[in-house]
């Protein structure tokens, strides 16, 4: 199993009380401290403009410049983004910005990308909000015009929601057939069968049962449209609360729904600490957490991306991680 771990940005508020001027410091060392230790193989933000899970005030980082940032600030690990939502940029201009940092990166980037969610970010921004099939017509479509414009350094498509004719991308990324693509969502009907004409990796839930039938459903339309279903690498993400006890877990989570709760409300922190953390597959000490991902790894999960809540204060929790649980993964 591989590992990926996401940076802070703000978009979830992880950056509180750090004022903005030296955000991209903390952002910038978290990710260089990631690039020397070989435990990751990729360091992820989120392509999101308001805050979640209530849009505020605070401070919340632009993905694609995060990434040129990153690409020069480091020099092994991977750069993705989980993920690009298609409809926020014209896809061949999205095409340009990605093989540029994909030069500037020596080769690394990954494409993560995704018909969007936010509604109210969408509205706020003045995209409207599509009906979710025009939001995934956009994904199928453009995801077509991501790969023929770095394979041929050229896109034409004359399409029902995207129309290019003769857009020149040169230079073409530096990664030989182009910037691998990661299709995020478990849409069953449009988003997985978009996965299995054109993506390299997938990315949805990492709860056994709905991993296990999203993956069942993917597998079919792979044979329908005559791809290799074990060519795709399945990925999932994880909100992670680890301790040596369960006592330190608990103080991780009450201290994440304390650093909320001037923001947003403690009723709604609470919420929202219950509803992303507790009992589920990366939160526990390091055996719970190992034998949640080796079950997982079990039903066929390939690559884990790790969020920390408290990345841009404390440390400790994602040293826990590298020292004890992912040895244990690739080892077991």
Known sequence: MRFGIFIPQ??????????????WGVMCDLARRADANETWDSLWV?????????????????????MSAFAVATSRIRLGQMCTAMSYRNPVHLAKIAATVDLISNGRVE???????YEHEWRAYGYGFPSAGTRLGRLDEGVRILRQAWTTGAA???????????????PKPMQHNGIPIWIAGGGERKTLR?????????????????????????????TEVGTDFDA???????????????????????????????????????AHVDQLYRGTTAVGTPDRIIENLIRLRDLGLGYAILYFP???Y???????????????????
């Not at 650093?259 to 009723?267: D, F």
């Open 314 to 332: 404390d440390t400790t929790g994602i040293e826990l991680f590298e020292r004890e649980v992912a040895p244990a993964l690739s080892t077991y």
């Open 10 to 23: 703000g978009w979830r508020l992880d950056l509180l009380g750090i004022d903005p001027v030296d955000q």
């Open 46 to 66: 989120y392509d999101h403009f308001h805050t979640v899970p209530a849009p505020t005030e605070e401070a919340t980082h632009e993905a694609w410049t995060l």
């Open 310 to 312: 408290e990345a841009a």
């Open 232 to 270: 795709i690498v399945r990925s999932a993400d994880f909100d992670v609360a680890i301790g040596s006890t369960d006592a330190q877990v608990g103080e991780r989570l009450s201290a994440l729904a304390a650093r909320l709760t001037p923001h947003i409300g403690a009723e709604r922190a609470r």
């Open 156 to 170: 034409t498509l004359d399409g029902k929601h995207y129309q290019v004719d003769g857009a020149i991308v040169r």
């Open 194 to 222: 978009t996965a299995a004409k054109y993506a390299q990796y997938t990315n949805f839930a990492g709860d056994p049962a709905v991993f296990t039938r999203k993956s069942e459903i993917l597998r079919a339309h792979c």
């Open 111 to 117: 494409m993560g990308i995704g018909g969007g969610w």
